[in-house]
C-alpha cells in the first residue's frame, strides 16, 4: 500500500506562485509514477504533471508547460509540483497520484486511469 499526503496549497493572486508537496509513505516498490491531478466542477480531471520514480522522464500537460515544475526529494519520498504565473483557470482542486504503470506514454500517464494510490486532495485558488 502506499499513502499520499498533499499540503501547500492556498490562495494566491493571479501571477504569483504555489509549491504543492506530496508526501509519501508504504511501499516504494508499488510505485514508479507519481503525479498531479486536478480537477473542477463541470469539467474532467485534468492530468497536470507526472514524474518517474527515476527521475528520468517528465511530463506536463500543455497548458501548464513552462509554468509548473516538478520534482522529487527521493530522501524525503516527497514530489513538488513548483506552480509560477498561476492564472485564476488554475483554481481547482489539486491531487496528487502514485501508480506502477507498465506504458509510460504521455497519454497514458497523464491520463490518470492507473493509479491506484490518491492523495485526499487541496485546494487552489488564484484570483484575478
Known amino acids: 500500500q502506499v499513502q499520499l499526503m498533499e499540503s501547500g496549497g492556498g490562495s494566491v493572486q493571479a501571477g504569483g506562485s504555489l509549491t504543492l508537496s506530496c508526501a509519501a509513505s508504504?511501499?516504494?516498490?508499488?510505485?514508479?509514477?507519481m503525479a498531479w491531478f486536478r480537477q473542477t466542477p463541470g469539467k474532467e480531471r485534468e492530468g497536470v504533471a507526472a514524474?518517474?520514480?527515476?527521475?528520468?522522464?517528465?511530463y506536463y500537460a500543455d497548458s501548464v508547460q513552462g509554468r509548473f515544475t516538478i520534482s522529487q526529494d527521493k530522501a524525503k519520498n516527497t514530489v513538488y509540483l513548483q506552480m509560477n504565473s498561476l492564472k485564476p483557470e488554475d483554481t481547482a482542486q489539486f491531487y496528487c497520484?502514485?501508480?506502477?504503470?507498465?506504458?509510460?506514454?504521455?497519454?497514458?500517464?497523464?491520463?490518470?486511469?492507473?493509479?491506484?494510490?490518491w492523495g485526499q486532495g487541496i485546494r487552489v485558488t488564484v484570483s484575478s
Open positions: 514524474i518517474s520514480a527515476g527521475d528520468t522522464i517528465t
Open positions: 508504504g511501499d516504494p516498490n508499488k510505485r514508479n509514477w
Open positions: 497520484a502514485a501508480g506502477f504503470l507498465d506504458n509510460w506514454s504521455r497519454s497514458s500517464v497523464l491520463g490518470g486511469e492507473k493509479y491506484e494510490y
